[in-house]
Each structure stands twice: as structure tokens, then as C-alpha cells.
């Protein structure tokens, strides 16, 4: 039996350090590798982040900054921070054509991936798969609408977040009990095994945060692994020599402010 338990990987963002780390932390726990997008940007060493993906993920979207890197047209890197701005303009620079050419052919639409019907993958979500920030319930709500699977696994906030879409029933009785659909924000709990079941009817919005520039004020490394055989998710985070990326930053001399965050996760 293979294929069934999923690593699922988000916003590496050229963190090598960081993202062998979580390798080395879940080898033997997986059979295949799921990326939700923005391999590169922020961090020092796109070509060697994007030539792990591209072996070992058999499925990869398309996250803004992957998109950005490219220069296609539409997007105005102007648009992003300058910090943000000048690591696309020098990963730009740094990438082999080998890695654009695999940039380039990035799905920036959602994707299902074969192994399992239940499951889409999105880099931001479903309704803007680049773009869009899903930050709350309410977000969420929206984005429920405008797909049908039970789960969609999405990336870009680069902070950990469960939404679970159901139905609420009213405590009225008679027949004119009201039916509404509600979403909730579940908080992620780390290294717990989760059953993501939907055969109630519940539908799912998950986020496992960020390889390579966490945003949750926890400056770990955080993946999930995801069982399609039990539907059991777990979301876990691992400590890395942040010390190691920053100073291959700070060698490219890539922004200052980048190089201190990962020291905080924000
Ligand atoms: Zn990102």
C-alpha cells in the first residue's frame, strides 16, 4: 500500500534549512508530498527549495510570489511591500531557467489531486487561488460557496487555521425549525491527530501555516501530515537553525527586516 499518508508543505519561500528539517522530522511518516505553493521569495536559496518540490511533490499550485518572481504580466511587484519587493526582484535574478521553467508551469488554478476526490488544493483560495487572504470565518464562509469537495487545503496566510463549515441547528422545534450553515475557526493543536471525517457533512478549510516564514508568532517550521486512508490530519512544527538562514541572507543581502523576522515568526 502507498500514497496515503500526504506531506503537505506551504509557503517554503526559499528556506532550505527550514525545509530540510521538516524532511529530516517527518522521514518515514509519509509516502507522498503535496505543496501548496510560494516556493520561493523572502528566502536564500530558490533553486535548491524548488528542485526538492519538483522531485519529491507530485502535486504543486502556484503561490503570488511564485507568480511574482516570473514577471508575467498583470502583476506589479510595486504592489507588494518594499522588503517583499526586493527579495522577488533578486530571486528573479538567482533562478536557474531550469527552476523558472518549473515555476512557470505552476497550476494558479485549484487543483484536485488524484489520489483522493474529497480534497482540493488552492495556494490562497478557491475563489482567488493567488491572492485572496482567508483571515476569518467570515472569508471562509464566502469561499465555501464556490467549491464542492469536503476539503480545501489552502496556504498564504502563513498561519495554522482550521474553518469548519456545518450546519447549525436551531434548538426550536416544529417544522419551521430554521437550518443555517455556520463556519467556525478551529485552533490547530500541534503533534495531535485530528479526524477530518466529512461524512456528517461538515466541510473543511485547512491551513498547515508556513515552512520557511511563520507567521503566528511561533518562529518554528510547520507542516502536516495528512492520512487519506483514515482521514486523520496532523499538523506539527519543528524548531530549525534559523541562525543558518539568516546568514545566508544576510550573504545575499536580502532585507533586514526579513532576515529578523524569522527569528519571530511574524
Ligand atoms: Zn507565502
Redesign the pocket.
Known sequence: MHGMRVLILS?I?ANLVALETVLSAADGEYDDMWCLG?VVGYGPRPNECVEIIRDQASLCVM?N?DWAVLGRPGVDVDDFNPQAREAVLWTREELTEESRAYLDQLPAVPVRPEASDKILITHASPREPVWEYIMNPRVAMDNFDVFVEPICLV??T?KPAIYRWHIRQEPVSGPSRPILPTVDYLQPKCGVDLSIDTTDGQRLIINPG?VGQPRDNDARAAYAILDLDTMVWRYERVSYPIELTQGQMQEAKLPRRLIDRLSFGW
Open positions: 509557503d519561500h510560494d503561490g510570489h496556504g498564504h502563513h508556513s
